[in-house]
């Protein structure tokens, strides 16, 4: 099935699922823009239409009701994609909208959803540079098992002091950060070493530190 015909297909999914303003959303908002992106962008770049959600709907900071362009849905991956034009996002903002996107998008990635900002005007002449600066990004993430769990909030602020600390951790480096007893911290190494995020390094009898698995990071989830 071609891009024509599969995208049409995908729509009309998307609509039959929706009803009363999210289903309005959905018919203004997937405009040329945002076709474009799927036909230029996406579609070469992964193959298919599915996981990608258009005009997907989250609460802002103030509860009032958000529509991000895409978020791709898979397991417990939520990346948003907002296509940006220099009229609407630059010419005819104000400081206060400005403000106000800059505090929704900092919300919506607490609460989840990574937001990445693509040019219209590079969609238009250069879609290959887009795919080559999303490719990264997404290649690591569709490779990934759909039931793959999120890291707990221990665990990824463990690994973090790991990549800050160049990659080498102590437990009692765990210990000091995140003021947690060492039983704790002997938990939450074991289940990274599980992971295979982090490796024992031996040294003697005993092991005292444990490296970080740099291959087996993604970025996303830390």
Same mark, same amino acid.
């Given at each position: 099935?071609?891009?024509?015909?599969?995208?049409?297909?995908?729509?009309?999914?998307?609509?039959?699922?929706?009803?009363?303003?999210?289903?309005?959303?959905?018919?203004?908002?997937?405009?040329?823009?945002?076709?474009?992106?799927?036909?230029?962008?996406?579609?070469?770049?992964?193959?298919?239409?599915?996981?990608?959600?258009?005009?997907?709907?989250?609460?802002?900071?103030?509860? !009032?009701?958000?529509?991000?362009?895409?978020?791709?849905?898979?397991?417990?991956?939520?990346?948003?994609?907002?296509?940006?034009?220099?009229?609407?996002?630059?010419?005819?903002?104000?400081?206060?909208?400005? !403000?106000?996107?800059?505090?929704?998008?900092?919300?919506?990635?607490?609460?989840?959803?990574?937001?990445?900002?693509?040019?219209?005007?590079?969609?238009?002449?250069?879609?290959?540079?887009?795919?080559?600066?999303?490719?990264?990004?997404?290649?690591?993430?569709?490779?990934?098992?759909?039931?793959?769990?999120?890291?707990?909030?221990?665990?990824?602020?463990?690994?973090?002091?790991?990549? !800050?600390?160049?990659?080498?951790?102590?437990?009692?480096?765990?210990?000091?950060?995140?003021?947690?007893?060492?039983?704790?911290?002997?938990?939450?190494?074991?289940?990274?070493?599980?992971?295979?995020?982090?490796?024992?390094?031996?040294?003697?009898?005993?092991?005292?530190?444990?490296?970080?698995?740099?291959?087996?990071?993604?970025?996303?989830?830390?």
């Amino acid at each position: 099935m071609g891009f024509t015909e599969e995208h049409e297909r995908w729509l009309q999914q998307h609509l039959a699922s929706r009803t009363g303003e999210r289903k309005d959303r959905l018919k203004r908002g997937h405009a040329h823009g945002e076709r474009l992106f799927c036909e230029k962008v996406w579609w070469p770049l992964v193959g298919t239409l599915e996981y990608l959600h258009p005009e997907y709907e989250v609460a802002d900071w103030r509860g !009032r009701p958000y529509f991000v362009d895409f978020v791709w849905k898979r397991g417990y991956v939520n990346v948003g994609l907002e296509i940006k034009s220099f009229g609407t996002h630059v010419q005819h903002r104000d400081r206060s909208g400005f !403000r106000k996107e800059n505090n929704r998008e900092l919300y919506i990635r607490g609460r989840g959803v990574e937001v990445l900002s693509v040019s219209y005007d590079e969609i238009v002449e250069n879609p290959s540079l887009v795919m080559s600066l999303l490719q990264p990004i997404f290649a690591p993430l569709m490779h990934r098992k759909e039931s793959e769990k999120p890291f707990t909030r221990n665990e990824r602020d463990t690994l973090r002091l790991a990549v !800050r600390q160049g990659g080498f951790i102590r437990p009692v480096d765990v210990m000091n950060e995140l003021e947690l007893g060492r039983k704790s911290v002997v938990l939450i190494i074991q289940s990274l070493c599980e992971q295979g995020k982090l490796s024992p390094v031996n040294n003697g009898a005993r092991t005292t530190k444990y490296e970080l698995n740099w291959s087996e990071m993604d970025s996303w989830r830390i």
